[in-house]
Each structure stands twice: as structure tokens, then as C-alpha cells.
T-cell receptor, first 115, second 115 residues
Framework: DSGVTQTPKHLITATGQRVTLRCSPR?????VYWYQQSLDQGLQFLIQ???????AKGNILERFSAQQFPDLHSELNLSSLELGDSALYFC??????????????FGPGTRLTVL | AQKITQTQPGMFVQEKEAVTLDCTYD???????LFWYKQPSSGEMIFLIY??????QNATEGRYSLNFQKARKSANLVISASQLGDSAMYFC????????????FGKGTTLSVSS
């Protein structure tokens, strides 16, 4: 168990809908990262938050947004869902230091299926 | 551009044998970190081992060791005494400090361990 929790574990929804994925980082970690894993694109970085502030952006669509709350949990909002958004969405957390190992520990993921 | 290449889509090994999973990387940043993660069929991403670009010695964590050859830009994972529970997908990832805090992943290698 990495200490990172994600809910829900599975999510099935229809095209055009909006969903929210939730992540709680490991105790003491200030950084939260969101990744998308799909068969065709592999593992891709979406966005990072550090202590409530957006720190870095990757290949995140405009239909997607995220935030990190004062208690450091994070939510990833996916709207106007398309079939191609079906994927495994991971949250990872780290201490957030700029150097050193700053290993990212992953949650169990949320499997999103868009029908 | 930062890139991770894993050329072995699948590897097969018998229990108690050692196996090497290949990883080559490309970066112009002198400061970077290399990571290996394991993804069992259940889907979670498990951190295995880390190697920093300035580390003089190869990293080891239990049965896992990282064969780091900086001049060749390779960071192969060696698993000694394979176990049935090692059957999983293995991902090599890099974090380049110039490029930011996101992990860049390879496409992965599926390891199958048989008895």
C-alpha cells in the first residue's frame, strides 16, 4: 500500500457527462500529480499541484481541470466526456522537493469507462 | 527532448532465474533521475528503485538492482531469483530536472515468470 488513496476505483459513465476523481496524498506529501494511462498513449502526465498551487501542466485537455484543496487532497474534473477518455487515471504524490529522489508514489488508480 | 525506450515488449523467465529488463533514455539535462515501477494485473503502480544521474554506485533494493551505464544512457533493471509474483508490467521512467517534475514513462515490458 503506497499510502495514496483514490476514489472511486471504477467509474462508468456516458459520453457528454462530467465526472470527478478524488485523490488523497501520502501523509506529509505536498505534491500531487495526475497521470492518464491508455492503451494507445501509454502513461501520460496531466498536471501537478504543490501545496495548493498549480506547478506544472502536461498533456491535459481543456475539458479537464484539477485543483488541490487546503487539506492537500486533489480532484480531477473531466467534462464533456468522449469515448477516447476511457482510461486508467492515476494520482501520485511526493514530498515535492526540487532535487534528490522525490519519488512519486502512485495510488491504485480510477478506471474510467465512457460508453 | 526527453525520451524513454523499452524495446522488449515481453520477457519470459523461470522461477529462481535472474532477468534483465532493458531501458535506454535520452536527455540533454545533466541532472536527472531514473525510476522503475511495477504494474501487476491488478493495475496499481508500485515504485521499485531509483537511480540519480550523479550517483556513483548502482542502486539496489532487495532483489532489484539497477545497472546504470551513463555513457550508454541505459538503466536496466535486474531482478534476481525471480518469483511467480514478479509477473507484471515493468515501466522505466525518467525525471529530468530541467524539464520539470513530471515522470516520462517508457511503453513497458511484460514479464512472465513460470514455475
Amino acid at each position: 500500500d503506497s499510502g495514496v488513496t483514490q476514489t472511486p476505483k471504477h467509474l462508468i459513465t456516458a459520453t457528454g457527462q462530467r465526472v470527478t476523481l478524488r485523490c488523497s496524498p501520502r501523509s506529509g506529501d505536498l505534491s500531487v500529480y495526475w497521470y492518464q494511462q491508455s492503451l494507445d498513449q501509454g502513461l501520460q502526465f496531466l498536471i501537478q499541484y504543490y501545496n495548493g498551487e498549480e506547478r506544472a501542466k502536461g498533456n491535459i485537455l481543456e475539458r479537464f481541470s484539477a485543483q488541490q484543496f487546503p487539506d492537500l487532497h486533489s480532484e480531477l474534473n473531466l467534462s464533456s466526456l468522449e469515448l477516447g477518455d476511457s482510461a486508467l487515471y492515476f494520482c501520485a504524490s511526493s514530498v515535492g522537493t526540487s532535487g534528490g529522489t522525490d519519488t512519486q508514489y502512485f495510488g491504485p488508480g480510477t478506471r474510467l469507462t465512457v460508453l | 527532448a526527453q525520451k524513454i525506450t523499452q524495446t522488449q515488449p515481453g520477457m519470459f523467465v523461470q522461477e529462481k532465474e535472474a532477468v534483465t529488463l532493458d531501458c535506454t533514455y535520452d536527455t540533454s539535462d545533466p541532472s536527472y533521475g531514473l525510476f522503475w515501477y511495477k504494474q501487476p494485473s491488478s493495475g496499481e503502480m508500485i515504485f521499485l528503485i531509483y537511480q540519480g544521474s550523479y550517483d556513483q554506485q548502482n542502486a539496489t533494493e532487495g532483489r532489484y538492482s539497477l545497472n546504470f551505464q551513463k555513457a550508454r544512457k541505459s538503466a536496466n533493471l535486474v531482478i534476481s531469483a525471480s518469483q511467480l509474483g514478479d509477473s507484471a508490467m515493468y515501466f522505466c521512467a525518467m525525471r529530468s530536472y530541467q524539464a520539470g517534475t513530471a515522470l516520462i514513462f517508457g511503453k513497458g515490458t511484460t514479464l512472465s515468470v513460470s514455475s
